[in-house]
């Protein structure tokens, strides 16, 4: 083989060994980047669930308060001086 052969296989060696490296560890890094995001979304989707949570019973609260002052007025008209 001439000399020129050699270099040309080994550059074509060294550039496939660099492409596929290059190729695995950008796939690794987008694999990992995916991982954090899913981490965060889930993150988020929890506190969406938490925040419907609180808002319903906020709502039942209110309801409750609502029942209370309707009781407290009812007890002050009744004990209420004629």
């Known amino acids: 083989m001439s000399e020129e052969t050699t270099v040309a296989l080994l550059s074509l060696i060294g550039t496939l060994a660099g492409s596929f490296t290059g190729i695995l560890t950008s796939g690794r890094l987008t694999a990992y980047r995916i991982e954090q995001l899913e981490k ?17 019973d906020m709502e039942i609260e209110k309801e409750k308060i609502k029942v209370i002052n309707n009781r407290l007025r009812d007890l002050e008209e009744f004990h209420k001086p004629k």
């Not at 993150?43 to 808002?55: F, I, P, S």
Request: hydrophobic letters at 25%; glycine letters at 0%.
């Open 40 to 56: 965060r979304v889930e993150k988020h989707n929890c506190l969406v669930e938490r925040t419907y949570q609180l808002e319903e």
